[in-house]
């Protein structure tokens, strides 16, 4: 499916070709059809004689409801842009291009409407009119039709163009983080609140959680219709009727928009490009009541210009808009700018920001997610790809990080780790990232809880007296030859330890644990001191400082006059 808008001026004949090219009158509400004037949007499909099906959003030509013709435009795929062969280009012609093209339309198909009320020789005029009119917009080159809803003449060919542009238009793409701009909402009989829009960015499916307005109000898709028919799943693209419990129609209002929560930032304040109209008569600055349209939303905001004071006519520039409420917004959203006051059409442009950092006097706003990344110097990944939809590959961790940041970060921690020498630093004095960077270093090891260079040399655990001490096992002699200070370091460090006045090499554990073990295969119900004392072949004076220390590691345990197994054997 395609999503074509129409444009161009009030009684240019537009909801009279949607009528002639779908069989459904788009004007629907009785005021608009008494006084045949299209006030709000309007809705209807074709299938093409090759397949494709395309649908219409009429939009109001009259200059008074253009708050609802941009809430039209959001999403489109295309344009069916309509001009009276007769009358030619008005004010609305040239304002719908304009915002179309702001909006970043990509393409369309011209009808030259109410043929049959002119000549060949003026049609032609028209033809050429227009073909200059629109030179250097997105609609240079695009096919221009003549035609006539009242007898029919050109119809063929306006179809014909129409499937090509829907051919040629590329198809919605589902990036996982479904949005829908509400247009319509009501109360169905017997099935509650029902939304519709058009979808972008991803798919929804019955059953679907979501949240829904400015208030963010949980809400369950009950059903979905696409075109009269209910489905159970849609792609974006689509125009698409929610019926959605938990959340009353009342609550709800044109402009809102349903998203699958934790996939959208909802965002008040944004960096953008704005490009002023050139027609424009004055220049753009803080000054003045704007309003921001994005999607089906308009969005009273105030405008702060970054660098200059002001924007000429014509010219494009930075700005900062704060908007009185926070929508769900990506970069590369298109928007419009209107200035309430006067009732004009300013300009319009992309966002490239959601979540700028900077004060505005510093911002140098571009939509890129380095900038992004630079700015913080560390973003989750999940948050990145909130703030600017771009899924990136970790730099470490979860976490995306400046590289100047990393570089810093890393010499950091090493130089930290290098600096605790032997002795080894305590993990926990690092944050997550940090202990991240450490896992990534080659160098480090880490054992005990402790990060250390891998071969440190501390010139005590060189000392002879260690090596002496571990030959020794587990009948030691007293290890005069070092002072106490640098036996408790030692003792620290996890190479000797002490026990009622003995000082053992570790490695004397281990072959007491493995004594131990043996004993307790042959004595399951515990074994006694001097059974262990002789399985070591040592004497008391160490036996009961190992037995002891065996006790105090968990690895036996005493029970009378018996060792058993302890929970850490
Ligand atoms: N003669 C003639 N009149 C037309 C044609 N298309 C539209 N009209 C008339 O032009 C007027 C405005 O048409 P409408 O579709 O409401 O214009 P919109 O404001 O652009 O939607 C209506 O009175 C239509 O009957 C056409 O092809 N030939
Ligand atoms: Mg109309």
């Not at 929560?261 to 953008?272: E, I, K, L």
């Amino acid at each position: 499916m395609r999503v074509l808008a129409t444009a161009g001026h009030v009684d240019h004949g537009k909801s009279t070709l949607v009528k002639a090219l779908t069989g459904t009158n788009p004007d629907r509400w009785a005021e608009e059809q008494q006084r045949g004037l299209t006030i709000d949007l309007g809705f209807a499909h074709l299938d093409t004689p090759d397949g494709q099906r395309i649908s219409f959003i009429d939009v109001p030509g009259h200059v008074r409801y253009l708050g609802n013709m941009l809430a039209g435009v959001g999403g489109i795929n295309g344009c069916l842009f309509v001009v009276d062969a007769n009358e030619g280009w008005m004010p609305q012609t040239e304002e719908h291009l304009r915002i179309l093209q702001l909006t970043a339309a990509p393409a369309g198909v011209i009808a030259l409407t109410k043929a049959d009320l002119c000549d060949a020789d003026h049609l032609e005029l028209a033809t050429l009119e227009v073909i200059d009119r629109v030179e250097g917009t997105f609609l240079e080159g695009a096919t221009i039709v003549p035609v006539s809803a009242t007898t029919g003449s050109g119809m063929k060919e306006l179809v014909d163009a129409l499937s090509k542009l829907a051919r040629s238009t590329p198809a919605s793409v589902d990036r996982g983080r479904p949005r829908l701009f509400v247009d319509r909402v009501f109360a169905a009989k017997g099935s509650g609140t029902v939304v519709t829009g058009t979808l972008r960015d991803g798919s929804f499916a019955v059953g679907d959680h979501v949240l829904v307005g400015s208030r963010r109000s949980e809400a369950r898709i009950r059903g979905i219709q696409t075109l009269g028919e209910s489905v159970e799943r849609i792609a974006p693209g689509h125009r698409v009727a929610l019926n959605l419990a938990g959340v009353d129609h009342r609550e709800l209002q044109r402009g809102d928009c349903v998203v699958t929560p934790g996939r959208w930032f909802h965002s008040d304040r944004v960096d953008a490009r704005l490009h002023v109209l050139g027609s424009l008569g004055h220049k753009v600055s803080r000054r003045g009541a704007y309003t921001v349209h994005i999607g089906s939303d308009e969005i009273p905001a105030r405008l702060r210009v970054i660098g200059p004071e002001s924007i000429e006519p014509g010219a494009t520039a930075f700005v900062r808009l704060h908007l009185d409420r926070a929508v769900p917004l990506l970069p590369h959203d298109h928007f419009i700018l209107r200035e309430s006051g006067r009732s004009e059409t300013v300009g319009g442009g992309e966002i490239l920001d959601v979540n700028p950092r900077r004060p505005a006097s510093r911002a140098t706003p571009d939509a890129d997610w380095r900038r992004v990344v630079a700015e913080r110097g560390v973003v989750d990944v999940d948050e990145l790809e909130l703030l600017t939809g771009e899924s990136v590959a970790p730099t470490i961790g979860t976490w995306v990080i400046d590289e100047t940041r990393f570089v810093g970060l890393r010499e950091a921690v090493d130089s930290r780790v290098r600096a605790s020498g032997a002795d080894g630093i305590d993990v926990a004095v690092f944050d997550d990232i940090e202990r991240a960077i450490i896992d990534g270093l080659d160098e480090v090891t880490i054992d005990n809880g402790r990060a250390r260079l891998r071969g440190t040399t501390d010139p005590l655990l060189e000392h002879p007296v260690i090596e002496r001490l571990r030959l020794e096992g587990c009948a030691p002699t007293a290890p005069t030859d070092l002072g106490g200070t640098d036996l408790r370091r030692l003792a620290k460090l996890g190479v000797l330890f002490e026990r009622d006045g003995e000082w053992f090499h570790v490695d004397a554990l281990e072959t007491a644990r493995g004594r131990a073990r043996d004993l307790l295969i042959t004595h399951p119900d515990g074994f006694t001191l001097s059974q262990f004392r002789d399985a070591l072949g040592i004497t008391r004076k160490h036996a009961v400082p190992l037995a002891t220390e065996l006790d105090a590691r968990g690895i036996t345990r005493r029970r009378g006059d018996v060792r058993i197994a302890g929970p850490r054997l």
